[in-house]
């Protein structure tokens, strides 16, 4: 009596088995996406255009992003702006430039001062950086200050790229 049951079932799971596989067969891309639903099995609708939406920006975000990488791979050098300066003169140029400039301290609370009386005695050192333009740096209370000069046009600028957790003074 139990194996007449046991194989009942096994036939009637098997007729289910391939009925499922017969249906999956004749499913196309467009019922795994949106299948028929509702009493009048209508495809289109909310749902169907936030899946087709999101799919679509997924490919084209995947396709963006191969032909960047394949189209824009090739390094670019750019080239090189031979020094018409020498260091004594890009030196010169900031000294200047810190003999006008003044700083009102660290906590910016204090009476205008000079930058020139703070860097008087500090050694400068200097980097032309290939591309126009010189970097000229000194210490002053365990802070290394930065300074730009234009190549061409000797214009001394403050270089505040480097960030620190140290009181400073801006000259």
């Known amino acids: 009596m139990i194996s007449g049951a046991i194989v009942r ?3 009637g799971l098997s007729a289910r088995f391939q009925a499922l596989e ?3 067969d ?6 795994t996406i949106a299948p028929r639903r509702g009493p009048k099995q209508r495809r289109f609708g909310w749902i169907f255009a936030a899946k087709t939406g999101f799919y679509a920006s997924a ?3 995947v396709v963006f992003t191969l032909a960047t990488f394949i189209l824009f791979d090739a390094d670019r050098t750019l080239e090189e702006i031979p020094a018409t300066r020498t260091s004594p003169e890009v030196i010169d140029a900031v000294q200047e430039y810190l003999r006008t400039a003044t700083h009102r301290g660290f906590l910016n609370q204090d009476a205008p001062a000079s930058c020139w009386d703070v860097f008087e ?3 400068f050192k200097v980097e032309y950086l290939l591309y126009g333009s010189w970097r000229v740096d000194a210490y002053y209370r365990l802070v290394r200050y930065y300074w730009r000069v234009d190549d061409k046009t000797m214009e001394v600028t403050r270089d505040a790229w480097f960030k620190t957790y140290n009181p400073t003074i801006h000259c």
């Open 121 to 123: 005695t500090e050694e």
């Open 22 to 24: 017969l249906h999956l």
């Open 26 to 31: 004749s499913l196309s891309i467009l019922d």
């Open 59 to 61: 490919a084209t975000i």
């Open 9 to 11: 079932t096994w036939t």
